[in-house]
Nanobody, 128 residues
Framework: QLRIVQSGGGLVQSGGSLKLSCAASGDNLDYYAVGWFRQIPGKRREGVACISRTESGGSSYYVDSVKGRFVISKDNAKNELYLQMNSLKPEDTAVYYC???????????????????WGQGTQVTVSS
C-alpha cells in the first residue's frame, strides 16, 4: 500500500522560490500518475501540475497560472516527487498536496482525474 509523506513549504516573499517534496513508500511511483494540487480555505482543491505514468509517456501538464514558473519532477530511483516553485506570487498561497493513483494512465485528460492517494498537505504562504 502506497504511503506518501510531504515536506517543504513555508513562508516566502513574493518573487521567491520554494521546493516541495513527496517521499513515497510501499510501492513504486513509476506505476502511478502523480500530481500536485492546492487548496485555499473556502475554495475547491485545484490541480497545479502532474506527470502521467511512465508507460503512458510520462508527460507533464501545468495549469496556465503556474506555467513557466513551476516545475514538476520525479526521481524514480528515490521514489520521490517534487514541485519547484519559482517567481511565487501571493495568489499561490495555499495548502499544497501531492497525489498519486495507479489507475490514471494520464494525469490530465480534459481535466484532472480523481486521485486516491494523498500526502498530508503543506502550507505555502507568499507575502507581498
Amino acid at each position: 500500500q502506497l504511503r506518501i509523506v510531504q515536506s517543504g513549504g513555508g513562508l516566502v516573499q513574493s518573487g521567491g522560490s520554494l521546493k516541495l517534496s513527496c517521499a513515497a513508500s510501499g510501492d513504486n511511483l513509476d506505476y502511478y500518475a502523480v500530481g500536485w494540487f492546492r487548496q485555499i480555505p473556502g475554495k475547491r482543491r485545484e490541480g497545479v501540475a502532474c506527470i502521467s505514468r511512465t508507460e503512458s509517456g510520462g508527460s507533464s501538464y501545468y495549469v496556465d497560472s503556474v506555467k513557466g514558473r513551476f516545475v514538476i519532477s520525479k526521481d524514480n530511483a528515490k521514489n520521490e516527487l517534487y514541485l519547484q516553485m519559482n517567481s511565487l506570487k501571493p495568489e499561490d498561497t495555499a495548502v499544497y498536496y501531492c497525489a498519486a493513483d495507479p489507475s490514471n494512465y494520464y494525469c490530465y485528460d480534459n481535466g484532472f482525474p480523481s486521485y486516491d492517494w494523498w500526502g498530508q498537505g503543506t502550507q505555502v504562504t507568499v507575502s507581498s
